[in-house]
């Protein structure tokens, strides 16, 4: 249940984070935003600001005025009379108005406070905001832009704003999930962030911990996972140095041996036998490890040191990225084997909760760095394809079609929905 609703709250973030980059620079560069909503719909509410100016009576003044009245009677004498008129002059004055209104469901006017404020802001032409919603479906969140389809010409529109607006809006979804990247592993990193260190001896403080698990091998049967400190080993043998447990594996191949292991706040003891032949470059157990020390940063070198590593990691991510799409190109092995859906992230999730509070920080600061990457290529359906056929409007002076646009759209939306399928049930196949 904690893993769901981390895993819950982890995609909400960012997603939620992502689209908040869309609203905050459209609003900035004058366009509308017509909702901006936590969670995806059917909307449970929301609310409203609504603003203009209004007549209103403030008072009255009473003023006296005097009339001539000339009369003549029938003998065709004249009679000039006076009389004094008392007359009451209504007093107004233009008033800003700024009301909040509440939407109830996923229906705007279908009750009557909601027809009436409807009725009110046409009666008066008051300018509407933008509408924040919370929905039924916790997963992240959307913004609603005006124009976003193209078709809305109005000034405050997406589609009526030049080349650059447009891409600063397209962009600022990335931008805010490396930001948060940022953010996140300058925490970690104040807090205490988990550091390899080469040193042979095992240092003070230090633990030992498993960094990797090969596909298939004896250490994987015997259930053990990344992120596992090894403790001991049978017989309360002691470890003091990392030769230590290469040696207890070597000399126990063949054999079965037990290992206690710490696993967040849980301590087991897994049974397992190292294999009796491996191959070159190949451990008997299956496992790689190193002694992790929790490295604490001031918080000026932190904020440094933690935008240092966000750029390291989109040039991993990036270089990795090349070399899938070179091996596609050349025919390589290996292409997208380690790509993971919602499910394997899910599974990834739990085992990082076991690990304790940084390493959840660190996993979501990985998610968002991967999103903002994912979301900025240069393919259609994508933050990245709509920027390019920006840039194509650029390059040729006119917009492209826009039924050819959206038709791209459409086709690689399809894909990519087809592709996320795919990765899902192989998710489930491999976890399950």
Known sequence: MLTAIIFIITIGILIFVHELGHFLTARRNGIRAEEFGFGFPPRIFGIQRYSGKKIEKVGEKEEETTEILDLKNEDETEIIQEKIVDKITEIDE????????????????????????????????????????????????????????GENKDPDSFA?????????VLAAGVLMNFLLAWFLIAIVMILGIPEAKESEMILEGAKVQISGVVSGSPAETMGLKIGDEIVLAQKDFQIKKLEDIRNFINENRGQEITLKIKRGKENLELKGMPAEKVGENQGALGIIYSQIVMEKYPFYKAIWESLKTVLNLIWMMLSALYLILKNLATGGGGVGMEVAGPIGIAVLTGQVVSLGLVYILQFVALLSVNLGLINILP???????????????????????QKVEQTFHFVFFALLISLMIFITYRDILKFF
């Open 94 to 149: 233009v008033v800003p108005i700024k009301k909040w209104r509440v939407i109830w469901g996923p229906r705007d006017g279908d009750n009557e406070n909601e027809a009436k404020d409807r009725k009110e802001i046409r009666e008066h032409q008051y300018e509407k905001g933008t509408i924040y919603s919370l929905n039924l479906l916790p997963l992240g969140g959307f913004v609603k832009i005006k124009g976003e389809d």
């Open 160 to 168: 009526s704003k030049g080349a650059w607006p447009r891409i600063k």
């Open 379 to 401: 393919i259609p359906a994508l933050d990245g394809g709509r920027i390019l056929f920006i840039l194509i409007e650029k390059i040729k002076g006119s917009p492209v079609s």
